[in-house]
């Protein structure tokens, strides 16, 4: 496949159209990749977190909307909480990704602000979703799952912050990059 032509503005306006044109699927990626690979892992976090499988822990996202009657729904209730977790991992990385277009820090200090992130998540998910929920319980936590479910919200945070940054990052045009101080 040939390399792409730069692409070149004949007016500041035009330049304006076609860099918001070039970022508009770049945000979408960063939001798609980062929230499906994050929320995918996380499944597999709880997995190890609780000893239970995954089928268990679909159902138990899905008993979100459910409660107890998900256990009596098999496969389909498994799809449903696949499906939610997909969904929230989606908004979850779309909430940071428009954060990171407001605040540059965010994206120059991917990590850090990843981390901070994950914090948020993992407050926000235990103790606003969760008791909203249909399981309108808090969770309790002893000292190791508070730090194994914190490392696993902090590790959704940093994957849904790489995406954003590094999708951001590779967007910038060949013009941005030479006005940049190396």
Same mark, same amino acid.
């Given at each position: 496949?040939?390399?792409?032509?730069?692409?070149v503005?004949?007016?500041?306006?035009?330049?304006?159209?076609?860099?918001?044109?070039?970022?508009? +699927?770049?945000?979408? $990626?960063?939001?798609?990749?980062?929230?499906?690979?994050?929320? $995918?892992?996380?499944?597999?976090? @709880?997995?190890?977190?609780?000893?239970?499988?995954?089928?268990?822990? =679909?159902?138990?996202?899905?008993?979100? !909307? =459910?409660?107890?009657?998900?256990?009596?729904?098999?496969? @389909?209730? &498994?799809? =449903?909480?696949?499906?939610?977790?997909?969904a &929230?991992? /989606?908004?979850? *990385? *779309?909430?940071?990704? /428009?954060?990171?277009?407001?605040? +540059? !820090?965010?994206?120059?200090?991917?990590?850090?602000?990843? !981390?901070?992130?994950?914090?948020?998540?993992?407050?926000?998910?235990?103790?606003?979703?969760? +008791?909203? %929920? @249909?399981?309108? %319980?808090?969770?309790?936590?002893?000292?190791?799952?508070?730090?194994a479910? #914190?490392?696993? #919200?902090?590790?959704?945070?940093?994957?849904?912050?790489?995406?954003?940054?590094?999708?951001?990052?590779?967007?910038?045009?060949?013009?941005?990059?030479? *006005?940049?101080?190396?």
């Amino acid at each position: 496949m040939p390399p792409r032509a730069p692409i070149v503005a004949e007016s500041k306006l035009e330049f304006e159209e076609q860099s918001v044109q070039r970022k508009a +699927p770049d945000v979408f $990626t960063a939001i798609l990749l980062g929230g499906v690979i994050a929320a $995918t892992i996380d499944i597999g976090a @709880a997995c190890l977190i609780s000893g239970r499988s995954p089928g268990f822990i =679909l159902q138990v996202i899905a008993g979100g !909307l =459910l409660a107890k009657a998900t256990f009596g729904g098999g496969w @389909a209730t &498994m799809l =449903l909480g696949a499906v939610l977790q997909e969904a &929230m991992g /989606l908004l979850i *990385a *779309a909430i940071y990704v /428009l954060l990171a277009k407001s605040i +540059p !820090l965010l994206l120059r200090r991917w990590i850090i602000g990843g !981390l901070a992130y994950g914090v948020v998540i993992f407050f926000v998910m235990n103790y606003a979703v969760v +008791p909203l %929920s @249909a399981w309108k %319980s808090a969770p309790h936590f002893t000292p190791v799952k508070f730090a194994a479910n #914190m490392a696993a #919200m902090l590790l959704f945070g940093l994957i849904v912050a790489f995406f954003c940054r590094r999708i951001t990052v590779s967007a910038k045009l060949p013009q941005d990059e030479a *006005a940049t101080p190396a």
